[in-house]
């Protein structure tokens, strides 16, 4: 499966972003789809997951909850990431990543092994 995340850009705090994974070669709903960020001179964090299946059970880090949003369009294989409320300290680049795992929760971390090429958010006034 091949990921492809995009949406990002340059934003003013307070404001919003929808990032979107899409994918080839994979349907999403069948697995954990998973968003990380990497901010510089910082190691990679999870920011939130969708569990597989059409009523994925979701999960945010508790940095963004009440901000972040997963979701996923099984019509359209893609998953996304509303991003509302950011602060400069959401700049990063984002990134999708699934397990590939046919039915699979959330998985820790070292489980994802396909990645999207990353966007950049930077949040900025």
């Known amino acids: 499966v091949q990921l492809q995340a995009s949406g990002g850009g340059l934003v003013q705090p307070g404001g919003s972003l929808r990032l979107s994974c899409a994918a080839s070669g994979g349907t999403l709903r069948y697995y954990a789809i998973g968003w990380f960020r990497q901010a510089p001179g910082k190691e990679r964090e999870g920011v939130s997951c969708i569990s597989s299946g059409d009523d994925g059970s979701t999960y945010v880090v508790d940095s963004v909850k009440g901000r972040f949003t997963v979701s996923r369009d099984n019509v359209k294989n893609t998953v996304y990431l509303q991003m509302n409320s950011l602060k400069p300290e959401d700049t990063a680049i984002y990134y999708c990543?699934?397990?590939?795992?046919?039915?699979?929760?959330?998985?820790?971390?070292?489980?994802?092994?396909?990645w999207g090429q990353g966007t950049q958010v930077t949040v900025s006034s």
């Open positions: 990543a699934t397990d590939a795992v046919y039915g699979s929760t959330c998985p820790p971390a070292r489980a994802y092994s396909y």
